[in-house]
């Protein structure tokens, strides 16, 4: 079967660097997305990696490993509106995203 | 209208009745999208097309269904509602160009309770 996997949830303080990570398992590897949803609203795109390495953006980076199917969103600089839920999904060989549960990510002051 | 509209925003649905979710874009996408987001799981794709004319099923497409007469519109059909689709409904659409990053852009939900 095909399975997205991260953190329920993760919690760190305002300013401070944090690492959301995702391992997949699926058939076929077409591209990994990571979307940004605030509580209540639709998902956004953040990121999209489909060669091994970094992609910054910002205060935003993603990681892609291909051959250990495992990807991070490193967030910088952290501000109390990042406080969201994070997720991160897989384009499979049929073209279709794949989505992991989700990282709620909690900014203390 | 900018980007993708869902109506209605939410519901409260008898279990039985019939009901058609709206969602329309004016990206001129090809390629749009339901899925449906519960607590705990990831987003699940429901149905899918990939252009006008054409539909596909997606991993949970029993009791709904859907259809594509032009680019903009995508309706989504709960022919008789069961309690266990309460959820939130989410439509996305893609540029739909073979190859291509094929960033998916969401609407803004529609919450669903069925009793």
């Known amino acids: 079967g095909q399975n997205i996997d991260q953190p329920t949830e993760m919690t760190a303080t305002e300013g401070a660097i944090v690492q959301i990570n995702c391992t997949y398992q699926?058939?076929?590897?077409?591209?990994l997305f990571w979307y940004q949803q605030h509580a209540g609203e639709a998902p956004t795109f953040l990121s999209y990696?489909?060669l091994d390495g970094l992609e910054e953006k910002g205060r935003f980076s993603s990681f892609l490993s291909r051959s250990k199917g495992y990807s991070y969103l490193l967030l910088k600089e952290l501000q109390m509106k990042d406080s969201a839920s994070y997720l991160c999904?897989?384009?499979?060989?049929?073209?279709?995203?794949?989505w992991g549960a989700g990282t709620k990510l909690i900014i203390k002051p | 209208i900018a980007g993708i509209t869902q109506a209605p925003t939410s519901q409260i649905l008898a279990a039985g009745r019939r009901m058609t979710l709206r969602c329309t874009q004016d990206?001129?996408?090809?390629?749009m999208y339901w899925y449906r987001q519960d607590l705990g799981l990831g987003l699940r794709l429901i149905h899918y097309?990939?252009?006008?004319?054409?539909?596909g099923k997606g991993e949970v497409p029993d009791g709904y269904s859907v259809s594509r007469a032009n680019t903009d519109d995508f309706p989504l059909t709960l022919a008789s509602a069961v309690p266990s689709q309460t959820s939130v409904y989410f439509c996305?659409?893609?540029?739909?160009?073979?190859?291509?990053?094929?960033?998916?852009?969401f609407g803004p939900g529609t919450r669903l309770l069925v009793l």
């Open positions: 996305a659409s893609s540029p739909g160009m073979e190859g291509g990053q094929e960033t998916q852009y």
């Open positions: 990206m001129r996408h090809n390629a």
């Open positions: 097309s990939n252009t006008a004319g054409t539909t």
């Open positions: 699926t058939s076929g590897f077409n591209g």
């Open positions: 990696n489909v």
């Open positions: 999904a897989v384009r499979d060989s049929n073209y279709q995203l794949i």
